[in-house]
């Protein structure tokens, strides 16, 4: 059922959400634009005005990945001191309740964690651009730590200096391989749970698109929360097209 108001929406989610054991959430762009990140894949958003870089431009050009590292510092500059919405602090007060064993989440700023659900618990299936990683050996840096060094050396993608690796964002690029530990979590919560709340995503981006069937097909109830309609809103126990911060914000328990 598509809910046909707000005050629909919440007394329906709050109904779904009383009735499971298991609810595993599932987060895209959506619920992070109210904390001041826009959605790079919505119209206007940045990646229609900048192609993204992908994978294997970074590896083979040294400009490409300067480029990458001065557009992540002007994303910081911009995005860099968001804090958690309504929606990410709803989503931690069930985690709190131990209803939800985690989150699955397709974004890359870190809010989930900063809204107090552990790092463990939260299965990122693009990555983290909070922090960065050596690709060679995988040693973390911090992203202080890259750019004292890139501005030291006017403008130049630093390597690391344990093994001359090229340093990147812990973020999943285009044409860079799924992370493989991610994708099974990310099913074994799904096959999990028996309420799947796919909010915030257009469920057009692979992985993301497989996730609501396979909690439909293995006995879970599916709640949509999303701006426009998607694909799979046919199958979905509730469909709610309002605004996410105002249709979680009773939920959030502080
Ligand atoms: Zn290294």
Known sequence: MIASDLQ????????????SQTI???????????CGIPDFRSPGGIWT???PIPFDQF??????????WR????????????????????????FRSGRSPGVITQNIDN??????????????LH????????????????????????????GRAPDCPDCLGYIKTA???????????????????????????????SLVVWPAAGFPLMAKRSGGRLAIINREPTEFDDLADLVVRHDIGAVLEPFVVS
Request: net charge negative; hydrophobic share 40%.
């Open 171 to 201: 973020t999943v690029s285009f044409g860079q391989s799924m992370p493989q530990d991610e994708m099974q979590r990310a099913e074994e919560l799904t096959l999990a749970c028996d309420l799947f709340l796919a909010i915030g995503s």
């Open 127 to 154: 990555g983290n651009t909070t922090y960065a990683i050596c690709l060679e050996c995988a040693k973390r840096y911090e992203l202080d730590w890259v750019r004292a060094a890139f501005e030291r050396s006017g």
């Open 71 to 94: 557009r992540r510092f002007a994303m910081q500059d911009q995005f860099g001191a968001a804090k958690p919405g309504r929606g990410h602090r709803a989503l931690a007060s069930l």
């Open 24 to 34: 595993v959430p599932f987060t895209g762009a959506g619920i992070s634009t109210e």
């Open 8 to 19: 629909t929406a919440i007394d329906r989610m709050r109904e779904l959400i009383e009735t």
């Open 49 to 51: 005005k900048l192609a």
């Open 59 to 68: 590896m083979s050009s040294q400009a490409a990945r300067d480029e990458s």
């Open 111 to 124: 809010l989930h964690q900063a809204s107090g659900i552990p790092r463990e618990c939260v299965v990122e």
